[in-house]
Structures are given as C-alpha cells and as structure tokens.
C-alpha cells in the first residue's frame, strides 16, 4: 500500500475554477455536524476564529484509492494537510484559532483518521452535503461518490473573512494560513 502522508511527484495542480468566489464575507448557516468526538457542533454558534479545513476524503492504509485519483486536481493529499494542521496546532492556539476538518466521509471513517494520524482538533462530518447547499462549497464526482473540494475557510464569529481555494499544495495549507493569521 501507498504512503498516504507523502505526496506524489508531479501531482497535478488544481486551477480556480470560480466556485468559491462568492465565499468572503458570508455566514456560517446554522446546521448540526457530527464531530468525531460524537457531538453535534455548530460552527456558526462558535466565537472567535476559526479555521474550517474542507477536504474531498481521508485515505485509509488498509482500502486502495478511487481509480484515477492522483490524476484528479486537487483530490490527493487529505493526510498530509490534515497532519499540516496537527504539527502547527499549537501555533494556531497561540493565536486564538479553533481548527476543525471537514468532509462528507462518516463519522466513523473520519475516528479511525483521527486517531491513527493523532489529530489534536475534531473532524466534522457532513455527509449529506448540508455546506454544499447552504454556501454553495464546490464538490466533484468519482466512484459514485460526491466529495468536496478542498478549500480552507477562517472564520471570525461566524462570518468568512478568507478562502483559500484552491490549496495547492495540501500538505502547506497549514502554514499559508498561519501566514495570513499573523498578518492579519
């Protein structure tokens, strides 16, 4: 089985395709999320800031891919920013930020991440696609399966205040918004 926490050479990069233009400056909608620590969260009822990472799917060293999914922009690389964010969890506390990931995998699926990659912040899931339908967040299609793109979204009291779209590359998501958080 593949190393999930490296990237491959020559990933393909994703290009701005538009779909989270319409982001900044919007509310987080009122909606209950499952959290791996089993509560209902939500964001919008959260003060202060806070870092939502969004990622299409977590891979398992136990299950192979979806067929095709390297050569999909922006797909690969779930782990290492979601280990990104684990190393510099610490520095983001510092600053006052809450860190949550999110995709549509279940709850269960998302644990088994957590607690093999040792992630000190909770995953969220939305696996009926609530964000999709409430923000307008960009998703894509593979294996029969609707999966979110990745998009980084900070937060302040319930309000969007900067999108990274697309995060490229995945695994320096976690330090391009420490950057913009110390400038800002």
């Not at 040792?118 to 399966?145: R, W």
């Not at 009291?157 to 950057?179: C, G, Q, T």
Request: aromatic share 8%; charged share 20%.
């Amino acid at each position: 089985m593949e190393n999930l926490t490296q990237l491959p050479p020559n990933l393909v990069a994703p290009h701005d395709d538009g779909q989270a233009s319409h982001l900044l400056a919007m509310h987080l909608p009122s909606l209950q999320l499952l959290s791996t620590d089993n509560l209902q969260i939500d964001l919008s009822k959260i003060p202060g800031k806070l870092i939502v990472y969004v990622y299409p799917m977590t891979g398992r060293p136990d299950m192979a891919l979806p067929d095709g999914w390297d050569a999909i922009p922006g797909a690969r690389g779930c782990t290492p920013q979601s280990c990104s964010f684990r190393d510099h969890y610490s520095e983001l506390l510092a600053l006052n930020t809450k860190v949550f990931g999110l995709s549509v995998q279940a709850t269960e699926y998302q644990l088994e991440a957590k607690q093999r990659l040792h992630l000190p912040f909770e995953l969220l899931s939305d696996s009926s696609l609530q964000l999709k339908a409430t923000l307008g967040l960009p998703t894509f299609e593979v294996a029969d399966m609707e999966l979110y793109k990745r998009i980084t979204l900070i937060v302040q009291d319930s309000v969007i205040v900067k999108v990274f779209y697309p995060v490229f590359p995945p695994d320096r998501n976690a330090d391009d918004v420490l950057s913009w958080l110390k400038s800002h």
